[in-house]
């Protein structure tokens, strides 16, 4: 690995003595560590090691194929760099109120945002936003199979969110950067690095931020990472929201062997020679002033429209409370606590996933959701066919059943074991896989 000169003048002014350690760390290998759902913890793992600064975080002691492991399909884990796992510390040092909004501004792929969920577990809602397309989708695909039924998933340029009449207890932004803290893991990172791109990440950042500002309820809180070690991505972002009094700096007490730093903000910042991760840096920020009241019923027309016709007390536990609605001409459950929110970003803003996706209607027959399938509230009584490795490889590639199956209802569950991995349709001519095609497994 040949380093940039203008990276390494700019290291060695950031760690001094310890530089030589921190060069020699990125020609070792990078760890492998994975986040276990709290409401799917069932996998065949040997998680004897632990990521010390979050409770569900564990290293692996080798990179596995996790496209071959029916537990990643269901979402019971989630393969995630251990450094990012801090938000996890970050969140139960904070005074967030009670059911907090939380905004993830630059959501995709989806590893702070499951993490957001699973340290909510169903109180508050985590709104998901991602500016590219392409990555809402990937987005999109985690959040199913995490399973949970308190977020939303918006698109597009992020001044549309300032459409929204109301603001966040929380905004986590894990903002575009220059990717220095990769560059043992993603060649292309060390390819692309140079000082014009940091320059165009610190625009991109800025503009994020002044959203955010915009969006930031008083007394809420702005988490603000980056992969990248530099100031120039991190502490010059803040500086003037701290200046200005705006903001407060957030001391995050820690035992690890995280780097802190003040100046003006308290940042943390992880370095592979110290740590086993790879390269991150979080600062928290907390807004001044009198708490700010959020509406939660916009008096505006909406896109929502409360149905009954999906029978969800059939697919759901706990279904009374939950409202039905359609979108886009599918059928979603939606909290009765955030329903009225989510009419309000529907509204405003293009969206793509919301609450429990239920499924929608062919003719007389209701073809039930993928997401529904992979949602922590499935009804517990629906059948399950359970199936061995073998069978449960070749549901995930999509392939039709070629042996017999006994069933007295039209839809079950595909498991293996407690994963329940999609939905299978029987009729008098047999069985059918309804995996999406567009997630299957390609080749072993």
């Given amino acids: 690995m040949t380093l940039p000169a203008d990276f390494i003048n700019q290291m060695k002014n950031l760690l001094g003595s310890e530089y030589s350690d921190f060069e020699a760390s990125l020609h070792e290998q990078p760890s492998v560590s994975i986040r276990i759902n709290p409401s799917k913890t069932e996998n065949e793992f040997n998680l004897s090691q632990k990521v010390p600064w979050c409770a569900d975080g564990y290293y692996l002691e080798s990179r596995p194929v996790f496209t071959l492991d029916p537990f990643f399909h269901a979402g019971h884990y989630y393969v995630q760099e251990a450094s990012s796992m801090f938000i996890d510390t970050i969140l139960k040092k904070l005074k967030l109120k009670k059911n907090p909004r939380i905004l993830d501004l630059c959501s995709a792929p989806g590893g702070k945002s499951t993490l957001l969920l699973a340290h909510l577990a169903n109180q508050g809602f985590v709104?998901?936003?991602?500016?590219?397309?392409?990555?809402?989708?990937?987005?999109?695909?985690?959040?199913?199979?995490?399973?949970?039924?308190?977020?939303?998933?918006?698109?597009?340029?992020?001044?549309?969110?300032?459409?929204?009449?109301?603001?966040?207890?929380?905004?986590?932004?894990?903002?575009?950067?220059?990717?220095?803290?990769?560059?043992?893991?993603?060649?292309?990172?060390?390819?692309?690095?140079?000082?014009?791109?940091?320059?165009?990440?610190?625009?991109?950042?800025?503009?994020?931020?002044?959203?955010?500002?915009?969006?930031?309820?008083?007394?809420?809180?702005?988490?603000?990472?980056?992969?990248?070690?530099?100031?120039?991505?991190?502490?010059?972002?803040?500086?003037?929201?701290?200046?200005?009094n705006k903001y407060q700096s957030v001391k995050i007490e820690q035992a690890f062997n995280i780097t802190e730093t003040q100046n003006p903000t308290y940042t943390y910042r992880f370095f592979p020679h110290k740590i086993s991760g790879e390269g991150y840096t979080v600062s928290v920020l907390r807004k001044e002033g009198s708490a700010t009241i959020n509406p939660d019923n916009a008096n505006k027309p909406s896109n929502l429209k409360p149905i009954g016709e999906c029978h969800a007390e059939n697919w759901l536990n706990d279904h009374h409370n939950y409202a039905t609605t359609t979108f886009k001409d599918k059928w979603y459950a939606i909290h009765q606590d955030y329903y009225f929110i989510f009419q309000n970003i529907v509204q405003s803003i293009s969206t793509s996933y919301l609450g429990i996706p239920l499924g929608n209607q062919k003719g007389k027959e209701f073809y039930p959701a993928h997401g529904l399938s992979q949602s922590i509230c499935l009804h517990s009584e629906i059948h399950k066919f359970q199936m061995n490795s073998a069978q449960a490889l070749d549901y995930l590639r999509a392939m039709t059943p070629s042996y017999p199956i006994q069933s007295q209802t039209r839809w079950l569950i595909a498991a293996y074991k407690s994963a329940k991995l999609g939905w299978l349709k029987s009729s008098g001519s047999g069985i059918k896989n309804y995996f999406p095609i567009h997630q299957r497994i390609l080749s072993f």
Avoid at 152 to 170: A, K, M, P, V
Avoid at 178 to 192: C, H, I, N, P, V
Wanted: aromatic content about 12%; overall charge negative.
């Fill in 127 to 244: 709104h998901c936003h991602e500016f590219d397309p392409f990555r809402m989708g990937i987005l999109k695909q985690n959040i199913e199979r995490w399973g949970y039924p308190n977020v939303i998933i918006t698109y597009g340029s992020l001044h549309q969110l300032e459409r929204l009449d109301y603001q966040y207890d929380l905004i986590l932004i894990d903002a575009p950067c220059s990717g220095e803290g990769m560059f043992r893991k993603e060649a292309d990172a060390l390819k692309q690095w140079n000082t014009k791109k940091i320059n165009h990440c610190c625009n991109l950042q800025n503009n994020i931020m002044n959203v955010a500002d915009s969006l930031c309820a008083d007394n809420g809180y702005i988490i603000y990472s980056t992969c990248t070690w530099n100031r120039n991505e991190n502490e010059q972002i803040l500086e003037s929201y701290i200046q200005d």
